[in-house]
């Protein structure tokens, strides 16, 4: 029913809220979280209705970029191939959507990555980088890790 997975939506960004720390809510200090959580993350919120018609309860936005950002984001950390693909999946479709978007280039570098094509993950990044990336605040000279998880890295 429509109410169930809309709880099923809630425990989903909870459990990633959770997982990321977000309002000292993790019980740990550091990234050390469980890969089966991460994929927990993923099946919760990409099953849910809600995420499939953009919108969730009374938010006046489309949340439907927030959800994939956060499939994604799961996806990664849990290391898991299914989860994987359908980041992968969702990043394709970003870029076909939205070709001159940096940050869906980035993403998608990071998830072919994750899923071990290297020489295309690279091409993904350097797509991100010559549509715009870092623009205003990144060295030349430095070499970018699409595979880093701290803040300038995201």
């Known amino acids: 029913s429509n109410s169930e997975e809309h709880a099923a939506t809630r425990k989903g960004i909870w459990l990633l809220g959770k997982l990321m720390g977000l309002g000292n809510l993790a019980e ?74 940096p940050e869906e280039w980035w993403r998608y570098g990071k998830v072919l990555g994750k899923l071990g094509d ?5 091409d993904a990044v350097n797509t991100s980088i010559n549509r715009g990336l870092f623009e205003g605040g990144f060295s030349p000279g430095a070499k970018p890790d699409p595979f880093d998880h701290s803040p300038r890295g995201q």
Not at 52 to 59: E, P, T
């Open 28 to 101: 740990t200090d550091g990234p050390e979280t469980n890969a089966t959580e991460w994929k927990e993350v993923v099946d919760l919120i990409s099953t849910s209705t809600s995420y499939k018609l953009s919108r969730f309860d009374y938010w006046d936005i489309d949340s439907r970029p927030i959800f994939e950002h956060a499939i994604c984001h799961a996806a990664c950390m849990s290391e898991d191939y299914e989860a994987l693909s359908l980041a992968r999946s969702i990043c394709s479709n970003g870029v076909v959507l939205r070709p001159s978007c």
């Open 118 to 122: 290297h020489v295309a993950a690279q």
